[in-house]
């Protein structure tokens, strides 16, 4: 028989990785610090690797203990959306509506488009995730989204999910004003942006995208990026506009972006292959009358949204 983990352990565990120590974490589940040494000793034997590293400043988990506290991490997003479809079934409070997306179309669209519903009389509260794509999939796979506004190849397809296309992209090269390339007219040669400094961000592709993928798209050499920036859009943008950096980014949405930023696309004679922005959701989410709606209002949105900007 497979060996599998308690949920209840790992939960535990995800609780003392995120308070910082045993003690706090005691007091947080209300469980005896006994027990909890207990539990991580359980983890650890059935691991064969030690979790975590406890000094007087708490606790400190080993790469192992990272794993495992990621997914403890799930169940307690699990526990927290079992709990409000209790509340929602015992007070009729409005349901939550969990949107996923990564930074990018965030800071152009999805922000926005959550401001308007605040201000408007839906009844509907919201939960919003900001992840790249590859884990946003995952999360509607797992049930932990409704939906996600993301960009893809336009071929994929997903067992258990659809999506419904709001408007093609793809992918083009940015720098900052104090570039040299800034004001190049014509492609940079090959030296040019060989010597230049380039930086990537995970939520700058889709699932099957990369930033050694997209060198060799365009032909070029392979280039270490002096920074990856995880999930850290202001960062990277940053890193554009103050440092004269170079990093692929969605075209569309990042050209919406340098209308108020100091960014522009530099010209490679060729574009990469179409991506398409589209927002997924479980293949039953038109049963749900609320989740329908949103999908509806937000698809309206973001295509306005990504079409009069650039116009």
Known sequence: MRPTFDPRALYHFHVMSESGSMSAASELLGVSQPTLSRTVSTLE????????????NGVILTEA???????????????????????????????TIRIGAGPLISLVAINDFLTDEIGSEVRNTYHLKIAPARQL??????????????ATPADIRIEHLKHKPIIDDNIGLFTGAGSPLFHMNHAPNLEDLSQAKWVTIEASFGPQSSHDNMLRHFGLPSITPAVHYDMNI???????????????LPSRITNIL?????????????????????IWHAADADLNTDVADTIRKARSFVHNRLTKKLS
Do not use: W, Y
């Not at 990277?236 to 990093?247: R, T």
């Open 45 to 56: 034997t059935q691991v064969g690797r030690q979790l975590m590293i406890r000094g007087r």
């Open 65 to 95: 203990g990272l794993m495992l506290a990621e997914q403890g991490r799930q169940i307690a997003s699990d526990l927290r959306g079992a709990d409000d479809i209790l509340l929602q079934l015992k007070t009729n409070n409005p349901p």
């Open 234 to 248: 202001q960062g990277m943008l940053n890193a554009l506009v103050d440092a004269h950096a170079l990093c692929f």
């Open 258 to 278: 340098a209308k108020t930023i100091a960014l522009r696309e530099i010209q490679l004679g060729t574009t990469s292959e179409i991506r398409q922005i589209s």
């Open 137 to 150: 999939i995952t999360d509607l796979l797992h049930n932990r989204l409704d939906i996600a506004v993301m």
